[in-house]
């Protein structure tokens, strides 16, 4: 971790007092001074996880550091060019070109007028039986 609980106890001292000089106002005397309790311990708290998290951060920052230090020689090209050239495929790429050039222009030929779906027409039966309908309802209410 980095620092000390000094930290903690100056920043969750800090909320403490803000909250309670917002909420005096506003509120009993016996709720600000709550609140303010509240505010100190949860600062107090986020105040250990930032500096827990500030901790892993930096000490695997240093440990990196130090791994690189352990050969020197060998890192010292690392990073020091970049390589902008691409290699030469012009005759693949031609290739590729013209064989998308060819399928490109052939398809609308093939392609076949256009249609509209014809979906069936919905039909509806007029001439039902009333016991028959009475039954099927029977049937459905007692599943």
Known sequence: MIGTIRI?????ALAGLLTFG???GNNLFLSTCLKSIYSFAIMFIL?????????????AE????HSSFDNPIADAAVGQSLDLVTP??????RELLKGNLSTSASLPSTN??????????????????????AGALRRMSED
Do not use: C, Y
């Open 8 to 12: 903690n106890v100056i920043v969750a």
């Open 22 to 24: 917002l909420s005096i």
């Open 47 to 59: 105040t250990f996880g930032f500096r827990w998290v500030l901790g892993v951060m930096l000490g």
């Open 62 to 65: 240093r440990a990196a550091g």
């Open 88 to 93: 030469d495929e012009d005759a693949e790429t």
């Open 112 to 133: 076949a007028q256009f249609s509209p779906l014809n979906p069936p027409k919905l039909v509806t039966k007029s001439n039902l039986d009333p016991e028959q309908l």
